[in-house]
């Protein structure tokens, strides 16, 4: 047994916001901790985020931060002021190294999430809290190794997000067992993930991601030489998706490195068509889709060089 394997996981971290801690009240996360009347988990009436801290500083905190507060907004649900998550942030990833040790090289990875729901029934105040803790080991590898992936149908036509915004596809809210339950039946299907499909045609998100693809075109430079133009591409955001903090980062750094960027509308024809897909987020990263309910995207050597710019682009980000 290696010294690693034997050091077991370091516990879940839980820190609640509690106006009487300033920064945060830390919880025993072995011992229950929420009202079972708590409408988060009646109802599944809240928001979260999901970010990546590494070396022990939260990657993307003010688009987490931003996102969460519009996703609330949507649900008319009051959260406490962005200074009070960060400073619950902060004790839950400082209570986590301080257990885990950290590592002496910062390259240690855990998740930070960040929790609100409506509260207890009858009660006037939400229910927030922080969680830090490991990351799933399977989205190392499937970063590593690509996904294999099915498309679904979601069942909302692609303008269903305007005109019923009741649905609240545009935010993060708690109501996530369509999306486990999609994942799932991938799962017994042989597969890894799922890209959704509209009823009207459109490509839309995964059910824990945001769906990228690229194409490389070559022309003639006007030199004599050859001229590469990389192309990164997303579905709209008008389609009733909910906006990728990591896609909106990425993009950005893209856009510095030379590529070009494009906002869909995209069709399943134009995922297969691409030299390369992908399923990003903030937890598990870049993860490229090797097939598409059973088609090869790209081939691997072109998946591999685009991941590894893109990674390289992604490891800038702040």
């Keep these: 047994m290696t010294a690693s394997a034997s050091v077991p996981a ?3 971290v839980l820190v609640f916001l509690d106006p009487a801690h300033e920064n945060g009240r830390i ?7 929420l009202m079972a009347t708590d409408q988060g988990a009646t109802r599944g009436d809240g928001v979260f985020e999901s970010l990546l801290a590494v070396g022990g500083t939260p990657r993307k905190l003010q688009a987490h931060l931003s996102r969460l507060a519009g996703s609330a907004r949507a649900l008319e649900l009051e959260i406490p002021a962005e200074d009070a998550w ?5 004790t839950a990833i400082s209570e986590f190294r301080s257990r885990s040790g950290g590592d002496a090289d910062g390259t240690d990875e ?3 999430k960040l929790l609100a729901t409506r509260g207890v029934e009858g009660a006037a105040t939400p229910t927030c809290w922080v969680q830090a803790s490991p990351p799933p080991a399977a989205g190392r590898q499937q970063r590593e190794s690509g996904i294999d992936v099915l498309l679904l149908d979601r069942g909302y036509d692609s303008e269903v997000g305007e005109r019923a915004p009741w649905l609240l596809l545009g935010a993060k809210t708690l109501s996530y067992a369509v999306n486990m339950a999609a994942l799932r039946y991938a799962h017994h299907q042989g597969a890894d993930d799922v890209i959704f499909t509209s009823a009207d045609g459109r490509v839309l998100e995964g059910p824990t991601s945001t769906v990228l693809l690229a194409h490389l075109e070559t022309s003639d430079d006007g030199a004599g030489g050859v001229r590469t133009v990389r192309r990164l591409i997303t579905p709209q955001l008008d389609s009733g998706i909910l906006p990728g903090t990591s896609q909106g980062a990425l993009f950005t750094a ?5 590529w070009e960027l494009g906002y869909g509308p995209l069709v399943p024809a134009d995922l297969y068509d691409a030299d390369a897909v992908w399923l990003i987020s903030s937890i598990r990263l870049l993860a490229p889709v090797n097939h598409i309910d059973g088609k090869e995207i790209g081939t691997p050597e072109l998946r591999r060089q685009l991941t590894a710019e893109l990674n390289a682009l992604y490891a800038t980000i702040e």
Excluded: M, N, W, Y
């Design 110 to 112: 855990l998740v930070v």
């Design 10 to 12: 370091p516990a879940t």
């Design 254 to 258: 893209a856009k510095a490195a030379g």
């Design 27 to 33: 919880a025993d996360s072995s011992r229950p901790q």
């Design 86 to 90: 960060r400073r619950a942030i902060g």
